[in-house]
Structure formats: structure tokens, C-alpha cells
């Protein structure tokens, strides 16, 4: 018997819950000033089809528009970020930081460095893209 794969994941106090069915892409690291602000720092997220995820407490979910195509999702109770949401998009994006335990993947390049803070450096060796 084959056991699918599921990754489960949650905001800090518990309010909202998700779960993603299959195996996770690997993460993007962006560094605009959007995710910054929106997160605290750089922002480490992977894209998954919107088939895939399933989300418990969604009506927690505060939705911020950050732009005309792009909402992201926060707790409204804890203020965890969560969501990273292109609405014309049959993907979402969700945090790496909110996921409970492995992910059982790495970080693939980092994005739009050209605005990342001056507090920082990017050493990792991955691929840097300045947009």
C-alpha cells in the first residue's frame, strides 16, 4: 500500500491549519520589499497548486492586498504570515515557516535581491536573481 505523501502546517496560535497533499517544489527565498515588510525579513516560501491544499479556519484568515494581483494571508488572532495568494493564479504561495516538521526540501534561489535589507548578507551559493 502506497501512503500519500502530506505536509501539515499551521499559524502560531493554532487558528488556521493547513495541509498540502503531495510532495513540496522547493522554495524561493524573496527579498522585496513587500515580503520584507510583510514578514520581518526575507520571505521563504514554495508555490503549490491550489487543488493540493487544504485549509482549516480559513475564515481566520485576514487578507492583506498588496497589489492588484497579489493578496497575502495572515492570522487575523496571532498575526502569523501565512499565504502569499497571485488571485489569478492556480497556485498559492505558503510560508516554509508555518509548515510542522520536515518539508523534506531546500531552498532553490533566492528573488528580487536587489532589494533585499543592508543588515544581510546571501552566502548560501544559490542562484541570485536582482528581479
Known sequence: MIMEVK???SCLCGAVKFEVR???PAPTACHCTKCRKHTGH???GTDIPRERVKISGVEKVSW???SIKVRRGFCSFCGSSLFF???YRDWIGIY???FD???NTKLERHIFVADKGDYYEISDGLPQNFQ
Do not use: V
Request: glycine share 20%; net charge negative; charged share 15%.
Open 64 to 66: 492583506y492586498h498588496s
Open 85 to 87: 495568494d497571485p488571485i
Open 42 to 44: 526575507y520571505e521563504a
Open 101 to 103: 516538521g520536515p518539508t
Open 96 to 98: 516554509m515557516g508555518a
Open 7 to 9: 505536509h501539515c502546517g
Open 22 to 24: 503531495g510532495d513540496l
